[in-house]
C-alpha cells in the first residue's frame, strides 16, 4: 500500500504485474494511496472502510471475475465507485451494474480518468 496524507484509497485487481503498477500509478498522480490485489478473494479481504474505489480486470484467476466482483462491491458497498478494465473482454448489457464504468485496454489516460469521474459522480450520488 502506498500511503499518502490524507489520500483517498484506491484497490487495484489485477493479476498482471506490469498493468497493476500502470494503473497505481495512474491513481496515485490523482492522489490516491492505492492497495493492490492479484484476484477477487484479495480484493474482498482488503475492502476495508477506507477504499473508495475500485479498479477491476475482468480475467484473472480464481472463482470470481471481475465482472462478478464488480457486481459483489456495489452490492455491499454502494459508498465504493468502481471502474472495470479489459483488454480481451467487453461486458454486455447487464454485465455490470448500470453506474459501473468500463474501460477498454490499452487506454489513454484521459478515457480512463473520464471512467473515475464517472463512477466518482456515481459513487456521491448513491450514498
Known sequence: MT???????????????????????????????????????????RLDDKVVLVVTDVRMPGSMDGLALAREVT??????????????????????????PFVERPFLEKGFRAALDRAEAARTTRR
Not at 483517498?8 to 503498477?21: G, P, Q, S, Y
Not at 452490492?75 to 453506474?99: K, M, N, W
Request: no cysteine.
Open 3 to 45: 500511503d499518502a496524507p490524507n489520500a483517498k484509497t484506491a484497490l487495484v485487481v489485477e493479476d498482471e504485474m506490469l498493468f497493476r503498477l500502470e494503473v497505481r500509478d495512474l491513481l496515485e498522480a490523482e492522489g490516491y494511496a492505492v492497495v493492490e490485489a492479484g484476484n477477487a478473494a484479495q480484493a474482498l479481504e
Open 75 to 100: 452490492r455491499r458497498r454502494t459508498d465504493v465507485a468502481v471502474v472495470v478494465v479489459s483488454a480481451q473482454i467487453t461486458p454486455r448489457p447487464g454485465d455490470l451494474p448500470d453506474h459501473v
